[in-house]
């Protein structure tokens, strides 16, 4: 194994932290020896368990935000279908169909920068059927929080909040400038507050050095995440970053092998994006990724479910169910 690589995989175990130099040194080293150290670090703090989530979208587009990468903008021409509430049947379908799926977690998601009181309000309603009528956990990705927000969704049964970083800290003022990185910093500081766990990451692909990269993954680090997804960016019509190229599967890879270093036990789980792989998306999942989003995504199109299943069985990983 790569010296560098060594070094730093026999620290990981022995229950160190990587620095942002090391990680800087992990660039330079061999990437295959890098791969396979995450892997193994993933396989010592996590197990063969994988994370299974997924997510319904229960208000599309409209929103006031001007994040660069978002088909959802009302500032971008993108032609996606808006409404403010999905259905409570088709929300519940969508349930049924994750949990029949063995799907471990489940998240409304709704566009905009946060929630009115009749929106969460809806949102309660449909999340306690959810709860009575399926056996997964339930979380939300609803915008900023209040602490009155906060405490509506854990009233009913939300135990996991998400809300991504995006990027670093000093580059996220490339990517939205309508609200700014410490807004979401504190959002997720009031989830813990109010007693949910915290799922953030961020989406590679927008231009961002892998230094950038690095800066995030020790961000979230410090937040205390637990539950850390990656995204790559899909380039959509319409957006200010249609035109951007698309990152190899190499530099995929590198990026989850050094999450998976900074955060040696925490889910680190693909998300958005990962279909423009193709059948080089498991390979993620031998380079330190053990958790992913399961089904479509927001606004693109994802693998089937049965299909992700069959691939990651292959892969040796188990799909137990977590406790309540």
């Given at each position: 194994?790569?010296?560098?690589?060594?070094?730093?995989?026999?620290?990981?175990?022995a229950g160190g932290r990587i620095?942002?130099?090391?990680?800087?040194?992990?660039?330079?080293?061999?990437?295959?020896?890098?791969?396979?150290?995450?892997?193994?670090?993933?396989?010592?703090?996590?197990?063969?368990?994988?994370?299974?989530?997924?997510?319904?979208?229960?208000?599309?587009?409209?929103?006031?935000?001007?994040?660069?990468?978002?088909?959802?903008?009302?500032?971008?021409?993108?032609?996606?279908?808006?409404?403010?509430?999905?259905?409570?049947?088709?929300?519940?379908?969508?349930?049924?169909?994750?949990?029949?799926?063995?799907?471990?977690?489940?998240?409304?998601?709704?566009?905009?920068?946060?929630?009115?009181?009749?929106?969460?309000?809806?949102?309660?309603?449909?999340?306690?059927?959810?709860?009575?009528?399926?056996?997964?956990?339930?979380?939300?990705?609803?915008?900023?929080?209040?602490?009155?927000?906060?405490?509506?969704?854990?009233?009913?049964?939300?135990?996991?909040?998400?809300?991504?970083?995006?990027?670093?800290?000093?580059?996220?003022?490339?990517?939205?400038?309508?609200?700014?990185?410490?807004?979401?910093?504190?959002?997720?500081?009031?989830?813990?507050?109010?007693?949910?766990?915290?799922?953030?990451?961020?989406?590679?692909?927008?231009?961002?050095?892998?230094?950038?990269?690095?800066?995030?993954?020790?961000?979230?680090?410090?937040?205390?995440?637990?539950?850390?997804?990656?995204?790559?960016?899909?380039?959509?019509?319409?957006?200010?970053?249609?035109?951007?190229?698309?990152?190899?599967?190499?530099?995929?890879?590198?990026?989850?092998?050094?999450?998976?270093?900074?955060?040696?036990?925490?889910?680190?789980?693909?998300?958005?994006?990962?279909?423009?792989?193709?059948?080089?998306?498991?390979?993620?999942?031998?380079?330190?990724?053990?958790g992913a989003i399961v089904g479509?995504?927001?606004?693109?199109?994802?693998?089937?479910?049965?299909?992700?299943?069959?691939?990651?069985?292959?892969?040796?990983?188990?799909?137990?169910?977590?406790?309540?």
């Open positions: 194994m790569d010296t560098t690589v060594q070094r730093a995989y026999d620290a990981i175990l620095d942002r130099a090391t990680a800087l040194c992990l660039l330079d080293s061999n990437r295959k020896d890098l791969w396979q150290a995450a892997d193994a670090i993933r396989r010592h703090f996590c197990g063969a368990r994988f994370d299974l989530c997924s997510i319904i979208n229960a208000r599309s587009g409209n929103c006031t935000e001007n994040c660069r990468f978002c088909a959802q903008s009302a500032r971008h021409r993108t032609g996606i279908e808006s409404y403010e509430a999905i259905a409570e049947d088709e929300a519940l379908v969508q349930a049924r169909d994750n949990d029949d799926h063995g799907v471990h977690r489940i998240s409304l998601v709704t566009s905009g920068r946060s929630l009115s009181p009749a929106t969460l309000a809806e949102l309660t309603r449909l999340f306690d059927t959810m709860a009575a009528t399926s056996s997964m956990l339930l979380c939300a990705s609803t915008g900023f929080l209040t602490e009155e927000i906060a405490a509506g969704l854990y009233a009913a049964g939300v135990r996991r909040y998400h809300c991504n970083l995006e990027a670093s800290r000093n580059f996220f003022p490339q990517v939205c400038t309508s609200h700014t990185w410490e807004e979401k910093v504190e959002t997720l500081r009031l989830a813990r507050q109010t007693g949910m766990s915290l799922c953030s990451g961020g989406i590679i692909g927008m231009g961002e050095a892998m230094t950038d990269r690095i800066d995030m993954a020790l961000e979230l680090r410090d937040l205390e995440v637990t539950s850390i997804p990656v995204n790559i960016l899909t380039p959509i019509p319409g957006t200010p970053l249609a035109e951007l190229a698309p990152l190899s599967v190499d530099e995929v890879l590198t990026t989850v092998a050094l999450f998976r270093c900074i955060n040696p036990d925490a889910v680190i789980r693909m998300a958005g994006g990962r279909q423009q792989l193709g059948a080089d998306q498991y390979r993620c999942f031998t380079a330190g990724a053990n479509n995504y927001l606004t693109t199109t994802g693998s089937s479910i049965a299909g992700d299943l069959a691939q990651l069985s292959a892969l040796g990983f188990t799909f137990e169910r977590p406790e309540p």
